[in-house]
């Protein structure tokens, strides 16, 4: 990977992990503009609730779409003056994707195309004083395969998308394509321009790859600590506390983190074979499908039981686990991520004996010995843990 790149991942994984004491994770907000196949029609929910499901806790997406309203400030039921600006700029989203069009098609609004353009540019730059300036996503609107209440499906091909095209164009923005993902699925249509439950649903994943293939994409290998809990341990943590979305939320837009932890998996493959992150129960082929830029690994909490720890076969499996992730096309930069110590709850070590004189004595320094030969740079919430008993109430996972 280009050494700039590299500083430049480094610095930002460095502030985030520094700072995340500090620092306030909140979730990344989304707002979605667009008319009734936005807000939800004829009882079937709209695409955000669905995208926000796709996207994670990390994410937190509101439906800002009114029915009926047009782009065009001259249209028969504008959105400048029915929609819901006031709750887009009270909300502060970080990313807005506006998806309009579909009504200004019909011939009553259409009369005025040669302002949709103008108008597209308004609304942008209107959305673009929003404080933080938020990053802008022009969705293609979904094809129309009935003339139901006047709206044209050839204007909206062959017309509005050119220009919302070149608008984001000239803007250097990026695009949404949920046009041609549709384009042959009239049975996902009630009508021929709304779409039914699993309409909504090809929407919402239109949005979520186009998301995802644009920004950074990190993958947090691990076991239960980076799952989020265990269950029934004495751990309050859900699944927005996991420290994968707290994370992406810390990272901020530009960013998608995926939580790649499985409970109780190990990374000897050996150890417990049916237990192997290298197994069927681990997420090497989702963080494969995922290709990302950046992978965490967080593993050795469960090896690191006097039954079970072998260093030679850990030092083995662990260069092996490094050289398969720099196998992908994806070429990502590879981070290892310390255990955190681990204590005795009521005078017994829990968990079937996971014991912190061998994550001490010989996982960290087995981590430590691969990440020097293999050139992989170390996060160490290890230390800082040291002091935070209180914050590992059953000896083992984080709350």
């Known amino acids: 990977m280009n050494r700039i790149v590299t500083l430049v991942y480094t610095a930002t994984f460095a502030a985030a992990f520094a700072l995340g004491q500090a620092q306030t994770a909140r979730p990344i907000k989304w707002s979605c503009i667009g008319n009734s196949i936005t807000s939800g ?11 926000a499901t796709k996207l994670g806790p990390a994410f937190q997406v509101e439906n800002d779409g009114v029915s009926g309203t047009t782009l065009l400030k001259k249209g028969d039921n504008s959105y400048w003056k029915n929609g819901k600006l006031s709750s887009v700029f009270a909300f502060k989203p ?63 091909e062959n017309e509005q998308i050119p ?30 321009v709304h779409p039914n439950a699993e309409g909504a649903d090809s929407i919402a994943t239109a949005y979520f790859r186009a998301f995802k293939e644009k920004a950074i994409r990190v993958a947090c290998i691990g076991n239960s600590i980076t799952d989020y809990a265990f269950p029934g341990s004495a751990s309050d943590a859900v699944e927005a506390d996991a ?25 000897q493959k050996d150890a417990k074979p049916s237990l192997s992150y290298w197994g069927p129960l681990g997420k090497l082929a989702q963080v494969f499908a995922l290709q990302p830029s950046i992978i965490t690994v967080k593993l050795g909490t469960n090896d690191s039981r006097a039954a079970d720890w072998n260093s030679i076969r850990y030092l083995r499996d662990y260069r092996s686990m490094i050289d398969t992730l720099r196998g992908m096309a994806s070429h990502p930069t590879i981070w290892s991520c310390l255990p955190v110590p681990s204590w005795q709850v009521n005078g017994a070590w829990p968990f079937s004996g996971i014991s912190n004189d061998i994550i001490k004595d010989s996982t960290i320094p087995a981590i430590r010995k691969v990440a ?26 984080p709350n």
């Open 243 to 267: 420290y994968p979305i707290r994370l992406n939320m810390l990272l901020g837009r530009g960013y998608f983190v995926e939580n790649e932890g499985v409970t109780s998996l190990y990374l």
């Open 163 to 192: 220009i919302i095209k070149q608008v984001a164009q000239t803007n250097g923005l990026n695009v949404i394509d949920a046009h041609t993902l549709l384009l042959k699925k009239s049975a996902l249509f009630s009508d021929g």
């Open 41 to 51: 029609f004829n009882g079937n929910v709209g695409y955000p609730s669905l995208l």
């Open 94 to 156: 970080d990313i807005i994707s506006i998806k309009l069009g579909t009504n200004d098609s019909k011939a009553q609004n259409w009369t005025h195309k040669a302002e949709f353009a103008a108008d597209l540019q308004s609304l942008i730059d209107t959305l673009g004083k929003i404080s933080p300036k938020p990053q802008i996503w022009l969705v293609l609107p979904v094809p129309v395969f009935a003339n139901t209440y006047g709206i044209s499906g050839p204007i909206i």
């Open 372 to 397: 020097a030969e293999k050139n992989v740079p170390i996060i160490d919430p290890n230390a800082p843990f040291q002091n935070l008993k209180t914050l590992v109430p059953d000896g083992v996972h």
